[in-house]
């Protein structure tokens, strides 16, 4: 498994479910979000389904975490 954590403002659970949707942005006030096309966490959770492994977050505490998840025999879907 690799995590990254982020200390601050937590993700509201109604858009935890969302975020690995694809073109999803879950804050447009932000200022550069119409440089951004909300594919980035829909990339890695197609990358990640294809080789059987899992992407999640985890969003409470004012911690939000996001964690792969390989699988442990390594084996990719076409392998």
């Known amino acids: 498994m690799l995590a990254?954590?982020?200390?601050?403002p937590t993700i509201p659970l109604a858009l935890q479910s969302?975020?690995?949707d694809r073109f999803f942005r879950?804050?447009?006030a932000?200022?550069?979000s119409g440089q951004s096309s909300g594919l980035g966490l829909s990339i890695v959770?197609?990358?990640m389904t294809l080789h059987r492994g899992e992407c999640?977050?985890?969003s409470a505490?004012?911690?939000t975490r996001f964690e792969l998840v390989f699988p442990l025999d390594g084996a990719?879907?076409?392998?």
């Open 26 to 28: 879950g804050d447009t």
């Open 18 to 20: 969302r975020l690995f």
């Open 56 to 58: 999640r977050v985890i």
């Open 45 to 47: 959770h197609t990358i």
């Open 4 to 8: 990254v954590e982020n200390h601050g």
């Open 30 to 32: 932000r200022t550069e």
């Open 61 to 63: 505490d004012s911690i």
């Open 76 to 79: 990719a879907a076409n392998g």
